[in-house]
């Protein structure tokens, strides 16, 4: 077995899951079969709780397991299904290791960090080595080295390449390569500290990524090369790229793929980019343009959604668009009006959770319905879209989901199985579920099917007390689970383009095979568009 191990140093954010995405895709570009794993330092047990702002999305897998987003990032450019035994955290680490304590299983010994917590780093890597079979397995260690709580991590890393041995294990450290403006040069100190640091932990990096806006010069190259003991050609530019997709083919044009496969002694097929060159030569090349509005409460930082922000990188290189899109903050809209979904030719309202904007949001479903504006709600956006058309449809002025307030018309319910549950970590209703579409449906001519699997991540959902009475007034319900009780996805009658579901399909959107509803939003924006 092969493992590539990427850290981080000098700053955190610098695109070291990108790197390893990248890596995969090379590996995978050349026949070899990879997987991907996340070591998150946090003491939580999963991302499941977490604040977007303070991390980013949540993404959630098909076993339901609630992950780091560059687990996202992973399934993407390798295209692949992964588990939640593939994101490891402080939380699970230590979790197991006092459970077994709590058994006797360490019966007269004194547990410690080492060996009994790296122990079970090393266990867990292993096990999804196994289980996947894999010719390569890649890990990412979050944060960055110095940090104290990544510390267990990078010495379990240590040891797993002594035990594994050199060929065996390949070290790739990302670093910062900052411009000082006043002198306009790249600075290498910091990328020269942050490998100091490494090695002080027992581990010379193998091949150097440098973060950087432009090219690494060849001086700033050698420069490196020299001050942290890597060959020149295992010095890496890593500069901005037009798209993250870009990413494998900047690093292949720098022979990193044939790099590694010498260093590790892997044999692999002459590589093959053809579909992935296609790709990109259609989302740089655009025929058309059309603006998405995403409207949510977490849009200062992208990456609270960067799964649907992806979903439409996916679509515009399928459709040949440039997708443009606007991000409103739902209490923006609550104070200054619908003035600012002029223009747009498509909106979309993600999932969420809580009170705050949740009324701008109902504001802007109520305009793209009411305005004929091609509309997609998904979760909690397919919720508000609900009581949106219970209030302004149906008249229940009160309609509210039960999350929200007390209301005299609960449209929106808490879970039959969630009654009563008093743990909120991993406790949702969570991953791929079966859902049923109905023959005829706008949704069945947009999947081909009458049966998907598709994520989830919620714990309320439509009252069915009241499905009678929306079906009567036009919003149809044509995707339900295997019960018919639970409602899974909704179309107006009469609408160009107004669905929602309560599933979370950006999830799984690929490169070359976009969110089927994501790809139906910007085909119905793109005929708004040519018809205002």
């Given at each position: 077995m092969k493992y590539i191990v990427v850290t981080g140093g000098v700053i955190s954010g610098l695109g070291k899951g990108i790197t390893t995405s990248s890596l995969g895709k090379i590996l995978q570009a050349r026949g070899l079969k990879v997987t991907a794993i996340k070591i998150d330092p946090y003491l939580n047990y999963d991302a499941g709780t977490m604040n977007p702002y303070q991390h980013g999305e949540v993404f959630v897998l098909?076993?339901?397991?609630?992950?780091d987003l560059d687990?996202?990032?992973?399934?993407?450019?390798?295209?692949?299904?992964?588990?939640?035994?593939?994101?490891?955290?402080?939380?699970?680490?230590?979790l197991t290791v006092i459970e077994r304590e709590r058994k006797g299983e360490y019966l007269g010994s004194t547990v410690q960090i080492i060996p009994h917590i790296t122990e079970e780093i090393k266990r867990r890597i292993k096990k999804i080595a196994m289980q996947t079979m894999a010719d390569v397995v890649l890990i990412e260690v979050g944060g960055t080295v110095g940090d104290i709580e990544s510390m267990p991590f990078l010495e379990a890393m240590r040891q797993l390449r002594m035990e594994e041995g050199e060929r065996n294990v390949f070290f790739v450290h990302t670093t910062l390569v900052p411009v000082v403006s006043v002198v306009g040069e790249q600075k290498t100190k910091p990328t020269q500290h942050s490998v100091k640091e490494l090695r002080s932990l027992g581990i010379q990096p193998d091949m150097i990524v440098g973060r950087s806006r432009e090219p690494l010069s060849e001086e700033t190259r050698r420069k490196i090369s020299l001050f942290c003991d890597v060959p020149y050609e295992a010095v890496i530019s890593a500069p901005d790229a037009r798209s993250i997709y870009e990413v494998p083919l900047i690093f292949?044009?720098?022979?990193?793929?044939e790099y590694i496969l010498g260093k590790m002694q892997i044999r692999g097929r002459t590589p093959r980019w053809k579909e992935w060159k296609k790709y990109l030569d259609r989302l740089f090349n655009p025929r058309d343009e059309i603006t998405i509005a995403i409207v949510g409460k977490y849009v200062h930082l992208k990456d609270s959604y960067i799964s649907h922000k992806e979903s439409f990188t996916h679509v515009a290189s399928f459709l040949r668009l440039k997708?443009?899109?606007?991000?409103?903050?739902?209490?923006?809209?609550?104070?200054?009006?619908?003035?600012?979904?002029?223009?747009?030719?498509?909106?979309?309202?993600?999932?969420?959770?809580?009170?705050?904007?949740t009324e701008g949001k109902v504001m802007a479903a109520q305009y793209a319905r009411e305005n004929g504006i091609p509309f997609l709600g998904v979760c909690f956006g397919f919720q508000l879209a609900t009581i949106e058309f219970a209030r302004h449809v149906l008249g229940y002025e009160d309609a509210n989901s039960t999350e929200l307030a007390r209301t005299e018309y609960p449209v929106i319910d808490l879970l039959p199985e969630q009654r009563g549950v008093d743990k909120l970590g991993g406790t949702m209703r969570l991953g791929a579920q079966k859902i049923i579409i109905e023959k005829g449906s706008m949704a069945h001519s947009i999947y081909g099917t009458t049966e998907i699997y598709e994520r989830h991540r919620h714990r309320y959902e439509v009252n069915p007390d009241y499905i009678e009475e929306f079906e009567k007034h036009g919003l149809h319900f044509s995707g339900r689970d295997e019960s018919g009780i639970r409602m899974e996805i909704f179309e107006l009658k009469g609408h160009p383009f107004f669905m929602g579901s309560q599933f979370h399909p950006e999830f799984k959107s690929r490169p070359l095979k976009p969110s089927p509803l994501h790809l139906a939003l910007a085909k119905a924006a793109l005929e708004y568009k040519k018809r205002s």
């Open positions: 098909d076993d339901g397991g609630e992950v687990l996202g990032n992973y399934e993407r450019f390798l295209d692949t299904n992964l588990t939640s035994d593939h994101n490891i955290t402080t939380g699970k680490v230590y292949e044009e720098q022979g990193v793929g997708i443009n899109l606007k991000w409103i903050d739902s209490e923006d809209l609550e104070d200054e009006g619908t003035k600012l979904l002029d223009g747009v030719d498509g909106i979309l309202i993600p999932g969420g959770f809580g009170p705050r904007g």
